[in-house]
Each structure stands twice: as structure tokens, then as C-alpha cells.
């Protein structure tokens, strides 16, 4: 094929490699950003298994939306010929940075295998179960961050294309069930894992063979060797995690990832262990009072010589008493004074305070009083010039309309994924629901955040034109937010069951159609295109997380530090 050439909407500019698929760097000419096209061969779609299972992986790979793995835009076909389209990774596979050194040290290698893993467990809460984990189909990227890739042999309680008596995944990852031909569990890539962290450690396979015979048979009968760990300086903790992962009992293995996560987790952010209570300190009984020894034999002591003691255990009984009360003044005098300071010092910049307590969230007999902790939220939607900077720090490809000349716009066409990225970046997170109703309507339940009158005029709604995000200050929430009422609907981060009329809205508008078993997430606020009783601040939409559209946006939250 000459390059470039044209591919339905995506060019295709260099040619990347491939077997049964040819892989190419391609534009998408629509939304005018790099991407990576993976394009079944005319033999492999002459053959139906390979046709079946190539589209298989697309409809598979397409559902997943998670921060570690490979992210599918599209898939369809072109020409006669089945197509997959992802992002396009810059970096370099985990083989290759095994192989050039560039996984870093042991710690560095520690947070890739704890991304991986998180990836791992993400696709098996999808009730999938990858079959093929090895250092090639992990990406890590110039910022460090882990991608899985290669769903082509996944498989999926659903789907059932492997012939009997033959395996799949990379011989030197395969558990003994898998040679075997057992059926597959989670327990065959929790063991695959765990060769390829003992590979990421130390540079080499726990396992070789002349033949594929010697190679089954060392997987079946010979114990991992982990002196190799040991010299490496890998923690005990992530030692015994390996060893227990290629266990040739599958029972004997972590059951999840979860499991996993936790041991990796706990090494790289060990929690701190809890100070020892202080000592009880109780009043001085008379009988733990010191007495001087007398210095010769005297009669015993008269009635008024035990008041004097009794007096004496009462004076010291005051003092301690008092002592307290001044201790637990002191101390609420530093919490006030802390207090103080946090309101002093005010809300980080661009960003206003919603204080703790309880307020109502909901509408109707829905109705109810919750209550949150202090925290703060961003008082405008987050703008395309901001979204610009992180998509230049992220090395990542311009969103549609990032590179017009309003800059204190909100950003739009961005998925829940990529809003969540950027607040990862500044430190932030999306807000829950409830912390979005709050700062939008405040404490008394009022319907919308100006009050009960659903009022126009106060807000970017009824077809008028996208407005900056720091306009409509008459619309501002109690708290001093911009724009919580139309403008753009808000990201929350709650993952939501769609209704079937939403499944059927969005298949007209998805490529490919969308499914109840893909993330869906709610937003909230309404739009500059929707009537203003959509901008309530109780009401919200379902979307599928991958959606994108000019009129969804969202801001952000951060939860108060703790003095």
C-alpha cells in the first residue's frame, strides 16, 4: 500500500507493523487527531475464525474504559476489510523498556506492575479474562502511565471461538491449567502476571526451553526459582506476592487482582503504623502516695495526722483535675485557631469553599437531608485555554474546537476518561453528585442555584449561544459557583444503569452502538440547548462515558486537607 492513503475517514501516514493485522499512524480527518488503526489482512478475513475473533476483540475492546487500558475510538469496515481504531501510545511496550532498561528501579518497576494489575482487575470485573498477558501487550508511556493492549484472544462468558485442544496466549505465560486445557479462569492471568513481574524485575523469562516439550514441562512440574528477586534487592513482600501468583495450583494463587493491588499498593505507600494509646492517668489513690520513713519508732498517728493526708489527696486530686480542664481548653483553642487560619487563608485559587453540614438534596418525595465535609469547588467550568495547557503537558491531541480563539470557554467534546484526567493533573477529582448538588443549590434545597423561580434570564439556556465560563454571575450558586445552570451539562462521577430509551437514543449517535454493559455516568446542570427546567439542580442525564458532545463539559472538586 502506498502511504499515505485514505481509509474511509482516517489517513493512513506510517506503517507500524503486524501479522494477521497491519497496524498503521493515521489521522482521523473528521476530528483531526492522531490515531492507530489496526486493519485485518485480506487472509485474515478470508478465514472466519480470525474474521470472527478480530471483531470479536473490537466490539470487546470498545466497551472498556479504564485509565490503564488502550482506549478503542471506533471500529467498523472499510473496503471489505475489518478495522479497529484506538489512541495512538507514544513510549514503548514493556518488552522493549525490559530489554533497553528504561522500566527504571525497582520502585519505579513496583508502581508499572501496580498499574497493570489495576488494568487487570478492571477487565475481570467486566467478567473478562484477557489469555494472552506479557510484556508486549503492556505500554508504558514517556509519563510513566501503563496501558493494557491486545484483547485478541480475551475471553468473555458470552463468547466461546476457541477450537477444543487448542491453546492460546504466549507459551512462556501460559499457566499448567491452560496447557492442560482446562477452562480458562481469572487464576490463568493472575499466574501470567506473575511471570511477567518476575521478567520486569530481572530482566528474564522464570522459564525456557529448547522445545515447546522441555518449556511445558518445566511450567508443569519445576517450582519458580525466586533467587533472582532476591538479588534484584525486590522487597520480601512482592517476592512471596510471585511466588504465590505462579503457584501450580490455581487455589493456591491470589484470587484477585484485588489482592494483588493491595500487596503492591501497601509497598509502595506503606501506612504508617497507628501510635501507642497514651498511658491512663488516673488521680493518685492515698495508698500510692509516698510516705517518709520515720527516722525512730513514734506513737501511731492521731486522727488529725489522717485528715492532713486526706487533705493532701484532695489538694493533689484538684490540681489534676484542673490540669485537664486546661489541656482540653488548649486544645480547643488550636482547633479554633486552625479554623481561623483555614478561613483566613480562603479557598485555593479559582475555587470556592462549600462548608460542612447538612443540606437537602433531591426533588419531590425525594426529598432528603444529607450531610458532606468541607470541601471546595471550582467556580467556573473548566476552560479550553486550561484544557489546552493539559493536553500540551499530556502530550496529548487537541480535542475539537481546543484550537479556536476563546479560551475562557468551557471545554467540550470531552468524555468522562479525559475529564478525569485533567483533574488527576491539577490535583482534583470530578464531584460526586451530591457535592455538585450542593454547590449548586446550596443548603435549603432550593430548586435551582438562584432560587425556586425557574428564571432564563439567568442562565445560558433556551438555545442561547455558549457563553464564557465566568459569566451569569446573577445565576451564581450560594457558594459563589458560575454556571451550574446551563452553559454545559457537568461530569459527576457516578456510574449510572442506562434506561433502554436511552440505549436506544444513543445507538443512532454512537459508533459502535451502545450497550447496558459499557460505563454509562450521570450529568448534571442542563445546557446552553436545553430549556431551563433541565438546569434544576436535582436533575441529571445518563450518558455512556465514552460520549462527547458541544454541549458537555465539567468542573472540578477537592476535598478540604485535614489539619
Not at 522500566?103 to 501496580?114: E, F, K, N
Request: charged share 20%; with cysteine.
Amino acid at each position: 500500500m502506498q502511504l499515505p492513503a485514505q481509509f474511509g475517514k482516517y489517513q493512513l501516514d506510517q506503517f507500524l507493523g503486524g501479522g494477521m493485522s497491519h497496524v498503521f499512524k493515521a489521522r482521523d480527518t473528521v476530528l483531526n487527531r492522531v490515531v492507530c488503526v489496526k486493519i485485518l489482512t485480506p487472509e485474515g478475513a478470508a478465514d472466519p475464525e480470525t474474521r470472527a475473533r478480530f471483531l470479536a476483540e473490537a466490539k470487546m475492546s470498545a466497551s472498556l474504559m479504564h485509565d490503564n487500558v488502550i482506549r478503542i475510538f471506533d471500529y467498523g469496515e472499510e473496503q471489505g476489510k475489518p478495522y479497529i481504531v484506538m489512541e495512538f501510545l507514544t513510549g514503548a511496550d514493556l518488552r522493549t523498556a525490559i530489554k533497553d532498561g528504561s522500566s527504571g528501579d525497582v520502585r519505579t518497576q513496583i508502581g508499572i506492575a501496580l498499574q497493570g494489575a489495576k488494568a487487570l482487575e478492571y477487565v475481570h470485573q467486566q467478567k473478562l479474562i484477557h489469555r494472552d498477558i506479557k510484556p508486549d501487550n503492556l505500554h508504558v508511556d514517556p509519563q510513566g502511565r501503563v496501558r493494557l493492549m491486545d484483547f485478541g484472544i480475551a475471553k468473555s462468558q458470552d463468547l466461546h471461538l476457541t477450537k477444543t485442544g487448542f491453546q492460546v496466549g504466549t507459551p512462556y505465560y501460559m499457566s499448567p491449567e491452560q496447557i492442560m486445557g482446562d477452562p480458562a479462569t481469572e487464576r490463568v492471568d493472575i499466574y501470567a502476571y506473575g511471570v511477567l513481574m518476575y521478567e520486569l524485575f530481572t530482566g528474564v523469562r522464570p522459564v525456557s526451553g529448547d522445545t515447546i516439550e522441555r518449556l511445558f514441562y518445566q511450567i508443569l512440574n519445576e517450582p519458580l526459582k525466586l533467587d533472582a528477586l532476591h538479588e534484584r534487592g525486590v522487597p520480601e513482600a512482592v517476592i512471596n506476592l510471585v511466588g504465590r501468583m505462579t503457584a501450580k495450583n490455581p487455589m493456591e494463587r491470589p484470587g484477585t487482582f484485588t489482592d494483588v493491588i493491595a500487596v503492591l499498593d501497601e509497598v509502595l505507600h506503606p501506612k504508617a503504623a497507628p501510635p501507642p494509646p497514651p498511658p491512663v492517668q488516673r488521680p493518685p489513690s492515698s495508698s500510692s502516695i509516698p510516705v517518709q520513713e520515720p527516722l525512730s519508732q513514734e506513737p501511731a498517728a492521731s486522727p488529725v495526722s489522717g485528715k492532713r493526708v486526706t487533705v493532701v489527696v484532695l489538694l493533689i486530686a484538684a490540681l489534676i483535675s484542673v490540669g485537664f480542664i486546661a489541656i482540653v481548653l488548649f486544645k480547643k483553642d488550636l482547633i479554633y485557631k486552625a479554623v481561623d487560619r483555614n478561613r483566613r487563608m480562603g479557598p485555593p485559587p479559582g475555587m470556592a469553599l462549600v462548608e460542612a453540614g447538612a443540606f437537602v438534596a433531591g426533588s419531590g418525595t425525594n426529598n432528603a437531608s444529607h450531610e458532606l465535609p468541607t470541601f471546595f469547588v471550582d467556580r467556573t467550568e473548566v476552560t479550553r485555554g486550561d484544557f489546552v495547557k493539559f493536553c500540551r503537558a499530556k502530550n496529548i491531541p487537541l480535542l475539537k474546537d481546543l484550537d479556536d480563539t476563546r479560551p475562557n470557554y468551557p471545554v467540550t467534546y470531552v468524555s468522562v476518561l479525559q475529564a478525569k484526567d485533567y483533574c488527576s493533573w491539577v490535583e482534583k477529582r470530578l464531584p460526586t453528585p451530591l457535592e455538585w448538588e450542593k454547590a449548586a443549590r446550596g443548603k435549603d434545597g432550593r430548586i435551582y442555584p438562584w432560587g425556586n423561580d425557574p428564571d432564563p434570564s439567568k442562565a445560558v439556556v433556551d438555545n442561547k449561544p455558549l457563553a464564557p465560563a465566568d459569566s451569569m454571575a446573577s445565576g451564581a450558586s450560594p457558594f459563589g459557583a458560575l454556571n451550574m445552570a446551563g452553559n454545559v451539562w457537568e461530569w459527576v462521577d457516578e456510574q449510572r444503569t442506562p434506561s433502554e430509551g436511552a440505549i436506544q437514543a444513543f445507538s443512532t449517535i454512537l459508533n459502535p452502538p451502545p450497550t447496558a454493559n459499557e460505563p454509562w455516568y450521570a450529568a448534571k446542570g442542563g445546557a446552553f440547548d436545553r430549556p431551563v427546567q433541565d438546569a434544576a439542580s436535582a436533575e441529571f442525564i445518563t450518558l455512556p462515558a465514552r460520549f462527547t458532545a458541544p454541549n458537555v463539559g465539567f468542573r472540578c472538586v477537592v476535598s478540604q486537607p485535614k489539619n
